[in-house]
């Protein structure tokens, strides 16, 4: 079956930078579209950032410039590198895939950053 296994996450201070990593299984990953979203506890899901099977990218207003999606299909992975993180990007990160219309298929079990002052 798929498996989308997110790692990376961790502690930061505000100003520095992470690596999300999402390593995905039980399908072909070059062939689906995929994508970061995060959550804060309360709050609505956010799209972060999507990449296409031909490597477009887009990303919400709050990360441009900030964040970078890529995605290694000889390795079956997606990448978010994050820097000049802000206390505001404080959330768990899920990565998601396969996208039908609107709605991702697959979903990844999240990892929790946290930005300090």
């Known amino acids: 079956q798929v498996q989308l296994v997110e790692s990376g996450g961790g502690s930061v201070q505000a100003g520095g930078s992470l690596k999300l990593s999402c390593v995905a299984s039980?399908?072909?990953?070059?062939?689906?579209?995929m994508a970061w979203y995060r959550q804060v506890p309360g709050k609505e899901r956010e799209l972060v950032s999507t990449?296409?099977?031909?490597?477009?990218?887009t990303y919400g207003d709050s990360v441009k410039d900030r964040f970078t999606i890529s995605r290694d299909n000889a390795k079956n992975t997606l990448y978010l590198q994050m820097n000049s993180l802000k206390t505001e990007d404080t959330a768990v990160y899920y990565c998601?895939?396969?996208?039908?219309?609107?709605?991702?298929?697959?979903w990844g079990q999240g990892t929790q950053v946290t930005v300090s002052s």
């Open positions: 039980g399908y072909i990953f070059s062939t689906c579209d």
């Open positions: 998601a895939a396969c996208r039908a219309y609107v709605i991702y298929n697959y």
């Open positions: 990449i296409s099977t031909l490597k477009f990218t």
